[in-house]
């Protein structure tokens, strides 16, 4: 810690100005009595610390973590009804339907336009706050399995859904969930 009289200040803030120091936790209980989705497969994945030394196109990270999630579920990505992905922008989103497996290389915007069951939330067009936007698309994904998704809720409630969220840092790591309705 630096001395009390230390000037802490990063120019040109002003102390006031600065975000204060804080650790953080969120947690989302789906259900006490089965009654709600349940998590039947999670995955992660860490792509090279260096970003020069990344795929920034294929993300290695977000294609291991969904893998990984799918594995645990014992499902194929053929199986994905909902696809809810947490990138800052549609172009990242774009990125990790495709490194998901969710879409081809390249085919990635027609499949995200033509498909209701791709972030039904609105995504990143629904603001990303990050950390927490793969917490928002998990939720929004139990939602929907739940047949709760407001006015954005699929015709049909998926019996799988799959979030997706990765780091800030061109996706250097990445988590998955596969849910299933019960």
Same mark, same amino acid.
């Given at each position: 810690?630096?001395?009390?009289?230390?000037? &802490?200040?990063?120019?040109?803030?002003?102390?006031?100005?600065?975000?204060? &120091?804080?650790?953080? /936790? /969120?947690?989302?209980?789906?259900?006490?009595?089965?009654?709600?989705?349940?998590?039947?497969?999670?995955?992660?994945?860490?792509?090279?610390?260096?970003?020069?030394?990344?795929?920034?196109?294929?993300?290695?990270?977000?294609?291991?973590?969904?893998?990984?999630?799918?594995?645990?579920?014992?499902?194929?990505?053929?199986?994905?009804?909902?696809?809810?992905?947490?990138?800052?922008?549609?172009? *990242?989103?774009?990125?990790?339907?495709?490194?998901?497996?969710?879409?081809?290389?390249?085919?990635?915007?027609?499949?995200?336009?033509?498909?209701?069951?791709?972030?039904?939330?609105?995504?990143?067009?629904?603001? *990303?706050?990050?950390?927490?936007?793969?917490?928002?698309?998990?939720? /929004?994904?139990?939602?929907?399995?739940?047949?709760?998704?407001? *006015?954005?809720?699929?015709?049909?409630?998926?019996?799988?859904?799959?979030?997706?969220?990765?780091?800030?840092?061109?996706?250097? &790591?990445? &988590?998955?969930?596969?849910?299933?309705?019960?």
């Amino acid at each position: 810690a630096p001395p009390a009289d230390a000037d &802490t200040r990063v120019a040109p803030l002003r102390p006031a100005e600065l975000g204060a &120091t804080a650790d953080a /936790a /969120a947690a989302v209980v789906l259900g006490l009595h089965g009654d709600g989705p349940r998590v039947a497969g999670v995955g992660h994945g860490t792509d090279r610390a260096r970003i020069g030394d990344r795929d920034l196109v294929e993300l290695p990270a977000v294609r291991d973590a969904v893998a990984a999630a799918l594995r645990a579920a014992h499902r194929d990505v053929s199986d994905v009804g909902l696809a809810e992905l947490a990138g800052p922008t549609l172009f *990242d989103e774009i990125l990790i339907l495709e490194a998901a497996g969710l879409a081809g290389p390249g085919e990635g915007f027609g499949v995200y336009a033509d498909n209701v069951w791709v972030n039904p939330s609105g995504g990143a067009a629904a603001g *990303d706050c990050f950390p927490c936007s793969g917490l928002l698309r998990f939720v /929004a994904a139990v939602r929907q399995l739940r047949g709760d998704g407001g *006015d954005r809720q699929l015709a049909t409630p998926p019996a799988v859904g799959l979030a997706v969220a990765g780091s800030t840092v061109a996706q250097q &790591t990445a &988590t998955a969930v596969v849910l299933e309705r019960t």
